[in-house]
Each structure stands twice: as structure tokens, then as C-alpha cells.
């Protein structure tokens, strides 16, 4: 079975890839997020290969474990058409625990064998060099307006990371309840609350997107 669009197993950010030609080297980073107690396997195609270079391309994910995949535009700026198709396909399905990922089979993201298996679509846009998220600009202000939102960014992926990381200590703790546990688990609320009070000042003190 394959599902489209829905995040089942995964979550990927962003949906839509954007190249700022501007740029040397111009790439672009994908998040994908394993939602289950499952591990999950990966792996991203495009209907262009010799355009863009994708580490890691493939890979396995341990429950709730996140990933960055980098991808990097190969071509020069000069031979990029005016309009970009390019798509990128990121596919997933749940493996068994002990799965390595040299050890893949081949067939095992084929969507004749039954399983589940997830797509999601990515497309890309090339942004020019003369394009302004905001007309009056300059171009030390796209500097920092970049750079908040890339730190947002990051203190958002990182709050995810740690929002699962609790989710999966309170079935743990369900199952085990001692004093070490819990002194682990109060920990983590705490450094959460932190890390949310962090993004909240840096939400704000960031430029309104526009």
C-alpha cells in the first residue's frame, strides 16, 4: 500500500525546496522525523540526480529519532533553466529492529510486496539573486532575517526532538518506576520548558516573515 502526502511514519520540513542562487554553495536541508515506536527506513529520489548531491540519500531511523538530509545544487547558475520542474521524492516504510541499512534488500521500498510504504513529494524553486523577501531590504538585513530563521528553526526541530523524547519516557515510565527514572524525567520537562521559553523570545524578537 502506498500513502501519499499523509504523515504516517514520518514528518519531512520543508515541503517545498528553495535554492537561493545568491548562494555558493547553494543547498538546502530537509528534516524527517520518525513518528513511531517503529524503525523507519528512508530514501530520496529526484527526477534530476546530476543536478543536486543528497547526503544522506538513504538511511534508517530509530523510534521518534530525527535526521537532516543535505541536498546541494550541482549545476552552475548559468545552465538553470527559467523554470524548474525539479521534484524530489522522499519514500519511507517501517523495517525490523535489527535492519542495517547495507543489508536493505532490494525490493524493500517496492510497492508491490503489500507493505506500507510512504511518499511524500518535495518541489524546488530557484531563487534569484535580485529576489527580496522584502522590496526595501538591504541586503545586511536579509543577513540577519536569515539567520533568525535559522535559529528559530533549529530551537524549533530541537523542541520537536525533545517533545518525543518525553513522549517515549512516559510509556517507559509506565512500564519502569524508580526513583532514577523519574529524577531523569523531571529533568527533561524542565530543560522543555526552558527551550520553549527560548523559542517563544526568539519568536518574537524576529522580524514578522513576510
Known sequence: MVVL????????YPSELKFYL???????????????????????????PKSYYVRPNA???????SCIIRVTLQIPRENLP??????????????????ELE??????????NGKTVEERKLRVVFVSPGYSEKPNASPSNKIDL????????AAILQTRQLQKELEMLKRRRQRRNNSGFSF???????????????LLNLSISSPPPQ
Open 184 to 198: 531523569k524525567f523531571a529533568l527533561l520537562v524542565g530543560f522543555i520548558g526552558v527551550m520553549t521559553g527560548f
Open 22 to 48: 545568491d548562494q555558493k554553495p547553494s543547498f538546502c536541508d530537509i528534516t524527517v522525523e520518525n513518528n513511531t515506536d517503529n524503525h523507519v527506513a528512508f530514501k530520496v529520489k529526484t527526477t534530476s
Open 103 to 112: 543489508h536493505l534488500s532490494l525490493d524493500t521500498f517496492n510497492k508491490d
Open 146 to 153: 536569515q539567520r533568525l530563521k535559522s535559529e528559530r528553526d
Open 82 to 99: 527559467d523554470q524548474c520542474k525539479d521534484k524530489f521524492l522522499l519514500q519511507s516504510t517501517a523495517v525490523p529492529t535489527d535492519s
Open 59 to 65: 538511511g534508517i531511523l530509530h523510534p521518534w529519532e
Open 5 to 12: 502526502g499523509r504523515s504516517l511514519l514520518v514528518s519531512v
